[in-house]
């Protein structure tokens, strides 16, 4: 274990940028990953293994490993799409792919059958990357305005805390106006 961070810790080479040169950190990290310490997910992208009882071996967790990207290339990133809406309770559906929107360059990140998208986007679309409001803006453009009804608004009520549901208000000047008038069905209940 890499002291100071248990498993499912992911983790770019740059985290240990004032322990030593670009080369001596490579060259540890190429041993720890020989030994299995650690295991390398992509080119400059590391994870402690995180080991479960009954499951094994536990892959990184897609958060885990967009942080890590944002850190390395400091940027900002929203997710999007069935990302946004699974992460917030809109749907089932489990994507293999998931999309952020980034004020960085656009790449693909491949991790096993997993893939991680990041679209370079305007500075607008990342006015509220990393607060609640940007994740319920980006689930509901995905979802569409003909299919919220009152079941979704209840279903982002429960799920949402209520200190994110008042400040969605703050930011619903960001939205658009379909989204603003969510915002504040949604909000009705957080003052």
């Given at each position: 274990?890499?002291?100071g961070?248990?498993?499912g810790?992911?983790?770019?080479?740059?985290?240990?940028?004032?322990?030593?040169?670009?080369?001596?950190?490579g060259?540890?990290?190429?041993?720890?990953?020989?030994?299995?310490?650690?295991?390398?997910?992509?080119?400059?992208?590391?994870?402690?293994?995180?080991?479960?009882?009954?499951?094994?071996r536990?892959?990184?967790?897609?958060?885990?490993?967009?942080?890590a990207?944002?850190?390395?290339?400091?940027?900002?990133?929203?997710?999007?799409?069935?990302?946004?809406?699974?992460a917030?309770?809109?749907?089932?559906?489990?994507?293999?792919?998931?999309?952020?929107?980034?004020?960085?360059?656009?790449?693909?990140v491949?991790?096993g059958?997993?893939?991680?998208?990041?679209?370079?986007?305007?500075?607008?679309?990342?006015?509220?990357?990393?607060?609640?409001?940007?994740?319920?803006?980006?689930?509901?453009?995905?979802?569409?305005?003909?299919?919220v009804?009152?079941?979704l608004?209840?279903?982002?009520?429960?799920?949402?805390?209520?200190?994110?549901r008042?400040?969605?208000?703050?930011?619903?000047?960001l939205?658009?106006?379909?989204?603003?008038?969510i915002?504040?069905e949604?909000s009705?209940?957080?003052?």
């Amino acid at each position: 274990m890499i002291h100071g961070h248990g498993g499912g810790w992911v983790f770019t080479p740059s985290a240990f940028a004032k322990v030593g040169t670009p080369r001596s950190v490579g060259m540890a990290l190429t041993r720890l990953s020989r030994k299995g310490v650690i295991r390398q997910l992509a080119r400059g992208l590391y994870e402690v293994p995180q080991s479960h009882p009954t499951l094994g071996r536990v892959p990184a967790s897609t958060e885990a490993i967009a942080k890590a990207l944002a850190g390395r290339h400091a940027i900002r990133l929203q997710p999007i799409g069935a990302y946004a809406a699974n992460a917030l309770g809109l749907s089932e559906q489990v994507p293999v792919r998931a999309v952020f929107l980034t004020d960085g360059p656009s790449r693909k990140v491949k991790i096993g059958k997993r893939e991680i998208i990041l679209k370079r986007t305007t500075p607008r679309n990342m006015a509220t990357a990393g607060r609640p409001s940007g994740m319920v803006i980006q689930a509901l453009r995905w979802t569409g305005q003909k299919h919220v009804d009152d079941k979704l608004i209840a279903r982002l009520r429960r799920n949402l805390k209520p200190e994110d549901r008042a400040a969605l208000m703050k930011d619903a000047h960001l939205a658009p106006a379909w989204i603003a008038a969510i915002f504040r069905e949604i909000s009705d209940d957080a003052k």
